[in-house]
Structures are given as C-alpha cells and as structure tokens.
C-alpha cells in the first residue's frame, strides 16, 4: 500500500499536528466548519506538537490535535477508533476543562475564547444519517444563541459511502482521504487543495523513516490488540448469556414437570406428605397447587 492509515494513532498525530506544515490542518479545519471569507483561518499554533512516543504501549484508542488560531479560538481533533461508555461525557468534560483553564482565577471572562470540538468517530455514534453533524447550545423553542463560545462537530466515518467520482467538495474529499488512504495507490485527481495535496505528501509511506513506520506499525498491532479484545468480550458475553437462559430454560421445564406431576398425585388423592417426597417442591407450592384443583 502506497499510503498509511490516517485513522492510526502515529499517522494522525504526525498528518494534523505537524509544527511545520501547518497548512494541513487549517485547511481541514476551513473545510469542516467552513469558514469563508473573514472567518477563515490563516494561521494557527500547534498546543501539542506532533511527537513520535518514546515509550511503547501509547494508547492508540484515543488520539488528539489542539491548536488556536490567530483570534484565540481553540480547535480540538480527536480521533475516536471506538465507541466506549461514558464517551459524550469525556468529550463535554475535555472541551470543558479546555475551556476553563484559559484563565485564572479573578482574571475576566471576556478572555476566554470559544472551543471548538471535532470528532473523528470510526463508527456510527448518532441516529441521524448525516456524516457530519454540528452541535451547538441553543433556546430548544427558538433556536437562539447566546452560549457561542463551545461547538462540538462530529464526522462518522462508517456513514461516509461516497466514491471518488461523486465528491465536488473539499470537507468530503478530506473526509474520503481519512477514510480510504490506507487503500489508494495514487493521489486522486480532483485534489485542488494544497493543505489536502501535503497530507497525502505526508501520508506516502515512502516519505517516512524506518523509525516512523516502526512506530506506525506498532500502533497498528495496539490497535488491532484492542479490537480484538473487545470482540473476545463480546463473544465471551453472549455466551454466557446463553449459557444462562439455557440452564433458566431447563429450570422452568423442570418446575413444570414437578408441577404437572404433583397435580396428578393430588387429583389421585395421595397424601400431601407424599407429595412433598416425590416432587421436591415446597409445602406452600402444593398447598396452592390443592386449592386451584378444587375450584375445577
């Protein structure tokens, strides 16, 4: 394959959050808030530079970008390989926290600046069939806004089916280049974008060193390690499940049984000390057992 993975851990860390190619992730940026004219973006500063790891056995799960533009906006890009319990909180808890920590305490509010999600979901998260969905804080009547400062934007790669032919426009070309790379063995001919045109430059697994791709493919084994752990519990899971229903199963039928012969041993008038010998089952049971057949 000519290109890596975007969605990997190292990839994306070395794709978006690249100091000196900085025009990657603005143009991604422009493209899936699209921002035009006096609101684009045309500088940035990376928060977190892109950093191979030192140690082994980085999560690779969880993946992110910070940046903040020239108007003090903070952008967070994350990577999500997985769905896992409690994700919309750690998001809302993360964005939150970013925002906050922009200042101290008794410094002014007006300098806190708007924070502004991006999530990257390798699976379907929302009911809705849009691949890309913008959520903001607004009057659920009117649709107001008076709380601007946090966004959050969520891309599901799994909803994305375009084909290359049917993309005219540059948020889905990135969206099909985080998607597909790992599968292309050539740049794609409608590419126009030159922040677009680097990533796939970068992406080319012939521009990456020894210890780059060592990286890379270690993540990928993390990456797969996780994934199969978490099929393993599936399947762990639901075997149990029916491991239960069935000794439930046999349980119920058994109790019928005991059941249906203990009304036969009552309708033959037998003792119900007897009963209770042969049946096994609780004096109470028979004793109810008795007054239903005497209303037949």
């Not at 994350?78 to 008794?106: F, P």
């Amino acid at each position: 394959m000519k290109f890596v993975d975007i969605k990997n851990d190292i990839a994306f860390r070395k794709i978006f959050g690249n100091e000196n190619k900085k025009e990657i992730l603005i143009s991604f940026l422009n493209a899936v808030l699209k921002l035009e004219n006096q609101n684009r973006i045309t500088t940035i500063t990376m928060l977190n530079p892109f950093q191979f790891p030192i140690i082994k056995g980085l999560k690779v799960t969880v993946i992110d970008v910070k940046a903040i533009d020239e108007k003090g906006n903070i952008f967070i890009v994350e990577m999500q390989l997985t769905d896992k319990k409690g994700l919309d909180k750690r998001i809302q808890y993360y964005s939150a926290k970013g925002y906050s920590s922009q200042i101290d305490s008794g410094d002014e509010y007006l300098k806190l600046k708007p924070m502004i999600f991006i999530g990257i979901l390798d699976f379907k998260y929302f009911d809705s069939p849009n691949y890309l969905s913008r959520h903001l804080i607004m009057d659920y009547e009117t649709g107001e806004r008076k709380f601007n400062d946090l966004e959050f934007n969520f891309i599901e790669l799994e909803k994305f089916t375009k084909e290359l032919n049917e993309i005219d426009n540059l948020v889905d070309k990135w969206i099909y280049f985080i998607k597909n790379s790992e599968n292309l063995e050539v740049t794609p001919e409608n590419i126009n974008d030159s922040g677009l045109l680097t990533a796939y430059k970068d992406a080319e697994k012939h521009n990456w060193t020894k210890a780059e791709l060592e990286d890379y493919e270690y993540a990928q084994m993390r990456e797969q390690d996780e994934r199969g752990a978490i099929e393993l519990a599936v399947e762990r899971a639901v075997e149990k499940a029916v491991e239960i229903a069935v000794e439930k199963a046999v349980e119920i039928t058994v109790e019928k049984e005991k059941i249906d012969f203990a009304k036969e041993m009552i309708i033959d008038n037998e003792p119900i000390e007897k009963i209770l010998k042969y049946t096994k089952l609780e004096r109470v049971t028979i004793e109810k057992l008795i007054e239903q057949l005497k209303t037949f």
